[in-house]
Nanobody, 118 residues
Framework: QVQLVESGGGLVQPGGSLKLSCAAS????????MGWYRQAPGKERELVAA???????NYVDFVEGRFTISRDNAKNTVYLQMNSLKPEDTAVYYC????????????WGQGTQVTVSS
């Protein structure tokens, strides 16, 4: 059974930091492309950052320079370090894995709430 479990969300003040974790099981994690997405109320789910099996990273413009995606293959875990958080970063953050030949198979976590507010 494939399972992605996010953790680390919560309430933080503007300018603060949070680190999200996503623990994966049931996949060959070291060969999977991992990503973080977010969905705010009234908006569509959008890509935040992604990291390849080789460690190459990609960021959407609105988070580049503030967020860092990383992975620990020994722990089957992908992280999202979020700094300089803004109220507009408030959303449910989801972990996604793409795996299999050609990364054809896609799996999602349950999401973790991040709220940036004074």
């Amino acid at each position: 059974q494939v399972q992605l479990v996010e953790s680390g969300g919560g309430l933080v003040q503007p300018g603060g930091s949070l680190k999200l974790s996503c623990a994966a099981s049931g996949i060959i994690f070291s060969r999977s492309v991992m990503g973080w997405y977010r969905q705010a109320p009234g908006k569509e789910r959008e890509l935040v950052a992604a990291i390849s099996s080789g460690g190459s990273t990609n960021y959407v413009d609105f988070v580049e320079g503030r967020f860092t995606i990383s992975r620990d293959n020994a722990k089957n875990t992908v992280y999202l370090q979020m700094n300089s958080l803004k109220p507009e970063d408030t959303a449910v953050y989801y972990c996604k894995a793409n795996t299999g030949w050609g990364n054809r198979f896609e799996y999602w976590g349950q999401g973790t709430q991040v709220t940036v507010s004074s």
